[in-house]
């Protein structure tokens, strides 16, 4: 568990690998998880050590957001705000309420999306991460609200914004509500960018529709976790589209990386250190260690 690391054990997220999570990794009721790329046979203990990656094949598990923050910002840094923002149903869309209920009770989030403000190796910044076990990571309208409010206190403090980002795209429940959030979180950067606050878009897998083709794409800095999904539409549809094959890797963070969609692609190792040297060198924030 993560609390043999940070001490943390309401950190904690490791599940039972189901058909809706094929990603998550083993619970502690089990010694040993299967990697998904390569099916080698790993310690549990071995593979929390190794920040959920695989030390065979550097396959990178897919993590909860609470996780992510443990291994990205300084210890009892974190200041969360928006917690009183919850989703509604506009729509009265079939089982929504319950399903907000269900991914509430199984996450322990609130939403899809945790903010906050924290400081890495002593810089100070907005940070937001996401959860895909919320639904999906979809965006709906408190995500996008949060996403927007996450924009506002750093152009107030002027402290540079980081969002890690993992969705599934605009939640259908909310309808053309939530497609409104993709115009608004790119109106928000614009802001951000005409205030000249630095923003650090760090995509992880998988991240798709709507966050893809908004704020997530909008950064000054663009990082991916190495072998992210990163996409509008999945591949699958493209080639159902097109009725052709796609390009080995296509849509993969090396890919976009090749092609100049991102600016880099890191291991999860790598993130923490990079950001710290991004700060450093933007000269934002304040570090307690210069």
Same mark, same amino acid.
């Given at each position: 568990?993560?609390?043999?690391?940070?001490?943390?054990?309401?950190?904690?997220?490791?599940?039972?690998?189901?058909?809706?999570?094929?990603?998550?990794?083993?619970?502690?009721?089990?010694?040993?998880?299967?990697?998904?790329?390569?099916?080698q046979?790993?310690?549990n203990?071995?593979?929390?050590?190794?920040?959920?990656?695989?030390? $065979?094949?550097?396959?990178?598990? @897919?993590?909860?957001?609470?996780?992510?923050l +443990? %291994?990205t !910002?300084? &210890?009892?840094?974190?200041?969360?705000?928006?917690?009183?923002?919850?989703?509604?149903d506009?729509?009265?869309?079939?089982?929504?309420? $319950?399903?907000?209920?269900?991914? @509430?009770?199984?996450?322990?989030?609130?939403? +899809? %999306?945790? !903010?906050? &403000?924290?400081?890495?190796n002593?810089?100070?910044?907005?940070?937001?991460?996401?959860?895909?076990?919320?639904?999906?990571?979809?965006m709906?309208?408190?995500?996008?609200?949060?996403?927007?409010?996450a924009?506002?206190?750093? %152009?107030?403090?002027?402290?540079?914004?980081?969002?890690?980002?993992?969705?599934?795209?605009?939640?259908?429940?909310?309808?053309?509500?939530?497609?409104?959030?993709?115009?608004?979180?790119?109106?928000?950067?614009?802001?951000?960018?005409?205030?000249g %606050?630095?923003?650090?878009?760090?995509?992880?897998?998988?991240?798709?529709?709507?966050?893809?083709?908004?704020?997530?794409?909008?950064?000054?800095?663009?990082?991916?976790?190495?072998?992210?999904?990163?996409?509008?539409?999945?591949?699958?549809?493209?080639?159902?589209?097109?009725?052709?094959?796609?390009?080995?890797?296509?849509?993969?963070?090396?890919?976009?990386?090749?092609?100049?969609?991102?600016?880099?692609?890191?291991?999860?190792?790598?993130?923490?250190?990079?950001?710290?040297?991004?700060?450093?060198?933007?000269?934002?924030?304040?570090?307690?260690?210069?």
């Open positions: 568990m993560f609390k043999d690391l940070f001490g943390k054990p309401k950190y904690v997220t490791v599940r039972t690998r189901t058909k809706q999570e094929k990603e998550d990794i083993s619970p502690d009721s089990r010694l040993w998880t299967k990697c998904n790329s390569c099916n046979i790993i310690f203990k071995k593979l929390v050590e190794n920040l959920l990656v695989c030390p $065979e094949c550097n396959y990178h598990f @897919r993590i909860s957001a609470k996780d992510r +443990a %291994i !910002i300084d &210890e009892d840094s974190f200041q969360e705000f928006g917690q009183e923002i919850f989703s509604t506009p729509l009265e869309f079939p089982d929504y309420k $319950e399903k907000l209920a269900t991914a @509430r009770a199984r996450t322990g989030l609130d939403e +899809a %999306i945790i !903010i906050g &403000e924290a400081a890495i002593g810089y100070q910044v907005v940070i937001g991460v996401m959860d895909f076990n919320f639904m999906g990571g979809s709906g309208s408190v995500v996008g609200e949060k996403v927007t409010l924009i506002e206190r750093s %152009i107030e403090t002027r402290k540079p914004l980081i969002l890690i980002t993992t969705a599934g795209g605009a939640r259908m429940q909310e309808g053309m509500i939530a497609l409104m959030q993709m115009a608004k979180t790119s109106a928000a950067v614009k802001r951000l960018d005409d205030a %606050i630095l923003y650090i878009s760090i995509m992880t897998d998988p991240t798709s529709g709507g966050v893809t083709a908004s704020f997530a794409s909008l950064a000054d800095i663009i990082i991916a976790e190495k072998g992210a999904l990163i996409a509008f539409a999945g591949p699958r549809v493209i080639q159902q589209t097109i009725n052709t094959s796609l390009p080995e890797g296509f849509q993969r963070a090396e890919f976009l990386l090749e092609h100049g969609m991102v600016d880099m692609v890191l291991s999860r190792h790598e993130i923490k250190d990079t950001l710290t040297r991004i700060l450093k060198i933007h000269q934002v924030g304040v570090s307690n260690y210069d």
